[in-house]
């Protein structure tokens, strides 16, 4: 599956932005059978995991750090996850990638990058104060 990450762009805190991650299908399986996680990266930091949708929708994870502000969903007849932001805050600036995984199935494997083969390129988010 290939996976194209957009809707970043610069906000002031307190704002929102909605990113998307459309998708194609793969050789061996549609978008829809594949978890869709999002991770993040701020300048001189580690990657850090940030959300998952399992691949029917009906599962939802979230990091401490964003649960209550973020939200995923996604739209399978589109082939498309979306993040939604509100209340965001400056430490939320990052590089934010999404990526599709097959095989798990709860939290300790979702939270894991290395769990995800396929990812797509990074859309920048800046939040300003």
């Known amino acids: 599956v290939q996976l194209q990450a957009s809707g970043g762009g610069s906000v002031q805190a307190g704002g929102s932005l909605r990113l998307t991650c459309t998708g194609s299908?793969?050789?061996?399986?549609?978008?829809?059978?594949?978890?869709i996680g999002w991770f993040r990266q701020a300048p001189g930091a580690e990657r850090e995991w940030v959300t998952t949708?399992?691949?029917?929708?009906?599962?939802?994870f979230y990091a401490d750090s964003v649960k209550g502000r973020f939200t995923i969903s996604r739209e399978n007849a589109r082939n498309t996850a979306y993040l939604r932001m509100n209340s965001l805050k400056p430490e939320d600036t990052a590089v934010y990638y999404c990526?599709?995984?097959?095989?798990?199935?709860?939290?300790?494997?979702?939270?894991?990058?290395?769990?995800?083969?396929?990812w797509g390129q990074g859309t920048l988010v800046t939040v300003s104060s």
């Open positions: 299908d793969g050789s061996e399986r549609a978008f829809s059978n594949y978890a």
């Open positions: 949708i399992n691949w029917s929708g009906s599962r939802t």
């Open positions: 990526a599709a995984n097959f095989g798990c199935s709860g939290l300790n494997c979702f939270v894991d990058g290395s769990e995800y083969r396929w």
